[in-house]
């Protein structure tokens, strides 16, 4: 069996659902805000190494252990506790225990893991990826994360000849914030930088480049939306922007994929920004970004390609299985 752990509303699911059942592939879709109303988990530890883990679904196939050859960790959403628990502290309490039993689950399967969910936490984390792409060899912007006004100030008076742009650590909606440019007369406001950190980079003018990467290989696409609503950020007006396949040279296709060896990522989706004079600079890695759009305004086959890593027949298919192993020898270690 083949789980996809994310929920019904994942349009990037289907594709990848359908193909994997055109190669008579057993798939069952867990959505984890199900647990604990609508799924239950049974997991048994006997004399003699017997175990037998167990994830019954009401709304979709049983999953047992022993049967997950691949899970492709999506979107997953957060548990939702029964309403009938209203007392808050009872409400955390039931949360925090859903939560922990239902990653005990995860944790313990040994599977091809694309990708892996310790992995995927970690990967996620913009300052930790940012500092693997640089030992990766990538080049960056020049960036600031803090909490601190002061610095804020520092760094865009360091830049007074470059603009400054700034960003959120978290995008996904209901609270999408795009990047902006942090203007001069907006300096008087950083002060609330101090309830909650931002990330300020310098600006780098030029085209985007979407890097989706499956295994081994490299999906491309060049994204222009300089002549778009929005050229800041090609998310905010995507179906204007002139998306087109391209061939990364080979010194940053090298790059991407030792980032991703870091990482310990069997899929992620890259955005750089080439600048006019051809330099292309690292600004993040999504463990679990889009690839539809690009596959639609390309056709390149980044769905099937999806499909065939998690059946294991892709080049790099043992990283998201050697990644979760190493993953769970550490857990155990602590």
């Known amino acids: 069996m083949i789980v996809l752990v994310s929920h019904t509303g994942d349009v990037h699911a289907p594709p990848v659902l359908a193909a994997l059942k055109a190669r008579a592939a057993a798939v069952a879709l867990v959505d984890t805000s199900a647990f604990p109303q609508r799924s239950a988990l049974r997991m048994r530890y006997g004399p003699g190494g017997a175990c037998d883990l167990v994830l019954e679904q009401a709304d979709g196939p049983t999953v047992r252990a022993r049967d997950v050859e691949a899970v492709w ?24 225990e859903c939560d922990d039993a239902l990653w005990g689950f995860w944790l313990a399967l040994d599977a091809r893991w694309v990708n892996h969910p310790s992995r995927y936490l970690a990967a996620s984390r913009k300052p930790f990826q940012l500092r693997a792409a640089q030992a990766a060899g990538l080049a960056l912007p020049r960036t600031l994360v803090t909490n601190d006004p002061g610095e804020v100030r520092h760094f865009a008076e360091e830049l ?27 300096l008087d406001q950083v002060d609330a930088v101090k309830y909650a950190p931002l990330i300020f980079q310098e600006y780098v003018p ?34 204007h922007a002139r998306i087109e396949p391209i061939e990364l040279p080979p010194r940053i296709a090298e790059r991407l994929r030792r980032l991703h060896r870091d990482l310990g990522l069997a899929y992620g989706a890259c955005d750089l920004r080439v600048t006019p004079d051809g330099e292309h600079v690292f600004l993040e890695v999504n463990p679990a970004g889009q690839w539809l759009f690009v596959e639609h305004a390309t056709g390149l086959p980044i769905s099937a390609c999806i499909a065939d890593l998690l059946m294991g027949r892709e080049a790099g298919r043992e990283a998201g299985r050697e990644a979760g192993r190493e993953t769970g020898r550490e857990a155990r270690r602590g």
């Not at 960790?73 to 925090?96: G, I, K, N």
């Not at 007074?160 to 007369?185: C, I, M, Q, Y």
């Not at 890097?211 to 007006?237: C, H, N, Q, S």
């Open 160 to 186: 007074s000849d470059r603009r400054v742009v700034f960003k959120s650590f978290t995008g996904s909606a209901p609270r999408h914030w795009e990047t902006r440019f942090l203007r001069r007369e907006e």
């Open 73 to 96: 960790w999506r979107r997953p959403l957060p548990v939702e506790v029964h309403p009938a628990v209203t007392h808050p502290d009872h409400r955390r309490f039931a949360w925090e």
């Open 206 to 239: 030029g085209y985007d480049v979407r890097a989706t990467m499956v295994g081994d290989k490299i999906f491309a696409a060049r994204i222009d939306a300089r002549e778009t609503a929005y050229p800041l950020d090609w998310r905010v007006d995507v179906q």
